[in-house]
T-cell receptor, first 113, second 114 residues
């Protein structure tokens, strides 16, 4: 049983398209995140959701929109994809900020051509 | 804003040599975490340090938290090829009345030559 699962694992798409990445966690966690990892391995936080409420919205382009239909899911929708959006996107979850461990999904490698 | 800096960015060692990565925060941290990401994989939690001056060991890995709670280190004794990967430190940014977020260092990529 995968704790945090992301789909798809690979995504190749053309500039200007709209795409979504799905994330689900079965750990009962109340906080979920989206991170972007660039080619230099730097992990940058994009969004954080706590109990379905967006609590931190990093200065990412508004083409990126997180959507949480319920506490176990945090999907990432991207409009008008650009070349610079190519990266690996990780979903992660944590049980509040009292519990230290963040569990990461396998990642989605997005390539925009 | 809060920053977490990590050095070195890359480290190449011969199998059996020791390895250390250092992490420095611009602000005092309530705790610090360490993660390992294998090539092609995802970050996996290793440990959390909370107390000033804390030292924890996991087999050949030794983690330290500085007295001022602004720096930390990870030391691996006698590296093995299974240690290959990128090691990240991460510190929480706590926002009042909201959930925290983890600020990651840039990571240290370790390669081990057999």
């Amino acid at each position: 049983d995968t704790a945090v699962s992301q789909t798809p694992k690979y995504l190749v798409t053309q500039m200007g398209n709209d795409k979504s990445i799905k994330c689900e966690q079965n750990l009962g966690h109340d906080t979920m995140y989206w991170y972007k990892q660039d080619s230099k391995k730097f992990l940058k936080i994009m969004f954080s959701y706590n109990n379905k409420e967006l609590i931190i919205n990093e200065t990412v382009p508004n083409r990126f929109s997180p959507k949480s239909p319920d506490k176990a899911h945090l999907n990432l929708h991207i409009n008008s994809l650009e070349l610079g959006d190519s990266a690996v996107y990780f979903c992660a979850s944590r049980l509040g900020h009292q519990n230290p461990e963040a569990f990461f999904g396998q990642g989605t490698r997005l390539t925009v051509v | 804003g809060q920053q977490v800096m990590q050095i070195p960015q890359y480290q190449h060692v011969q199998e059996g040599e020791d390895f250390t990565t250092y992490c420095n925060s611009s602000t005092t941290l309530s705790n610090i975490q360490w993660y390992k990401q294998r090539p092609g994989g995802h970050p996996v939690f290793l440990i959390q340090l909370v107390k000033s001056g804390e030292v924890k060991k996991q087999k050949r890995l030794t983690f330290q938290f500085g007295e001022a709670k602004k720096n930390s280190s990870l030391h691996i004794t006698a590296t093995q090829t299974t240690d290959v990967g990128t090691y990240f430190c991460a510190g929480p940014l706590l926002i009042y009345n909201q959930g925290g977020k983890l600020i990651f260092g840039q990571g240290t990529e370790l390669s081990v030559k057999p």
